[in-house]
Structure formats: C-alpha cells, structure tokens
C-alpha cells in the first residue's frame, strides 16, 4: 500500500513557477513509476509527466520545457518544478503511483495510488 501527499499548489501569476511535492509512504518506493497528472474544471484528468524509478522523465508536449520531475527515492518524494506557467495549466494535479511499468504511461487506469490533488491557478 502506498500513500500519496501532494503540496506546493497555489496562485500564481503566468510567467511565474511553482514546485509541487509528493511525498510517498511505502518501503519500495524506488520501484515504483511516479507521476503527476491533471484535472481542470469540466475536463477529463490528464498526463503531465512521470518519472521512471530510474529518475528519468517523460513529458506531455503541452509542457515539454516548461516542467520537470524529478525524484529523491531516499526521501520518498517526487516533485514536480512547473517554469513559464500559463492560464491554461490552472488545474488541480494529482501525484500518482504505478507498482508496475504502465503499458501506456499516459492513462489514469494505469496508475494504482493516488493523492488528494493540490490546486495550481495561473492568473493573466
């Protein structure tokens, strides 16, 4: 069993950056492949990266450049530092938390653990 606490969400100004954090509970968290996905008002949740137990990253193209994951498998966090936020990236994100490789990294049902969600909202 695996417990997910997000925090770091708040307002922010576009242009502006934020780093959201998940912090993990779990004695095997290093083999687990972390993600953050998320979900804006009246749409459907949505892949933002996700890190492999490696630590390397993949990105959805809507934030390729602007966002990067990273993880601490000593600590059992993963963060997610968001550069060049735009209106459009106003979501709530969700850490997640797959136990085995997903055979599509970018669909919610592959992910077994989740948090509770932290807002990000970007003003113009």
């Known amino acids: 069993q695996v417990q997910l606490v997000e925090s770091g969400g708040g307002l922010v100004q576009a242009g502006g950056s934020l780093r959201l954090s998940c912090a993990a509970s779990g004695r095997t968290f290093s083999n687990y492949v972390m993600g953050w996905f998320r979900q804006a008002p009246g749409k459907e949740r949505e892949f933002v990266a996700i890190s492999w137990s490696g630590g390397s990253g993949y990105y959805a193209d809507s934030v390729k450049g602007r966002f990067t994951i990273s993880r601490d498998n000593a600590k059992n966090t993963v963060s997610l530092l968001m550069n060049s936020l735009k209106p459009e990236d106003t979501a709530v994100y969700y850490c997640?938390?797959?136990?085995?490789?997903?055979?599509?990294?970018?669909?919610?049902?592959?992910?077994?653990?989740w948090g509770q969600g932290t807002q990000v909202t970007v003003s113009s």
């Open positions: 997640a938390a797959a136990s085995r490789i997903p055979p599509v990294v970018t669909r919610v049902a592959n992910y077994n653990y």
